[in-house]
T-cell receptor
Framework: DAGITQSPRYKITETGRQVTLMCHQT?????MFWYRQDLGHGLRLIYY???????DKGEVPDGYVVSRSKTENFPLTLESATRSQTSVYFC???????????FGQGTRLTVV | RKEVEQDPGPFNVPEGATVAFNCTYS??????FFWYRQDCRKEPKLLMS???SGNEDGRFTAQLNRASQYISLLIRDSKLSDSATYLC?????????????FGSGTQLTVLP
């Protein structure tokens, strides 16, 4: 189906483990984003990408790594998970500079 | 100062009421503006774009005031189903992409 999908939807991992959250979009949108949302807080930008092989840090990049070898995929890796990274992670994509973004359904990550 | 500021609410209004939300942004170079709706930490969904001339979609009206750097959302004849968090979103020029920067959201509860 067309759209933007995230996997897994739910993940529990242990402190210190590496975990990768996947994001896939079928629109060939140039721009992709990763946000995290903590209880009682708004969306905070982790990383974004303007095109394949172009990524930039957002507001809260520490502890995260991204790659974008293909336009349609934008995985987010937590190199060594910490409890403070327990959150809901949203991936988003948009077609152009000034266009609206569309969001995946989110991944609820719990680090124990 | 936050780049996008919203009154967090909560706004509790009876069914049928008219309610208005305002949002201010700090970067005068911002190019595009949106209102999103988010239910119970699900993914944000586009409610409407905001144009300089103002725009209306059914019971919803959005306005942009570039001189004062604020946008507004008016909801008429509120329904129970309008209960949600409303996010003001601004496209800020930054690096290789225009980042979508989110306000912290305004919580609306429509009461029967």
């Amino acid at each position: 189906d067309a759209g933007i999908t995230q996997s897994p939807r739910y993940k529990i991992t242990e402190t210190g483990r590496q975990v990768t959250l996947m994001c896939h979009q079928t629109w060939s949108h140039s721009y992709m984003f990763w946000y995290r949302q903590d209880l009682g807080h708004g969306l905070r930008l982790i990383y974004y990408s303007a095109a394949a092989d172009i990524t930039d840090k957002g507001e809260v990049p520490d502890g995260y790594v991204v790659s974008r070898s293909k336009t349609e995929n934008f995985p987010l890796t937590l190199e060594s998970a910490t409890r403070s990274q327990t959150s809901v992670y949203f991936c988003a994509s948009k077609a152009g500079l000034n266009t609206e973004a569309f969001f995946g359904q989110g991944t609820r990550l719990t680090v124990v | 100062r936050k780049e996008v500021e919203q009154d967090p609410g909560p706004f509790n209004v009876p069914e049928g009421a008219t309610v208005a939300f305002n949002c201010t942004y700090s970067n005068s170079a911002s190019q595009s503006f949106f209102w999103y709706r988010q239910d119970c930490r699900k993914e944000p969904k586009l409610l409407m774009s905001v144009y300089s001339s103002g725009n209306e979609d059914g019971r919803f009206t959005a306005q942009l005031n570039r001189a004062s750097q604020y946008i507004s959302l008016l909801i008429r004849d509120s329904k129970l189903s309008d209960s949600a968090t409303y996010l003001c979103v601004v496209n800020l020029p930054s690096g290789s992409a225009r980042q979508l920067t989110f306000g912290s959201g305004t919580q609306l509860t429509v009461l029967p």
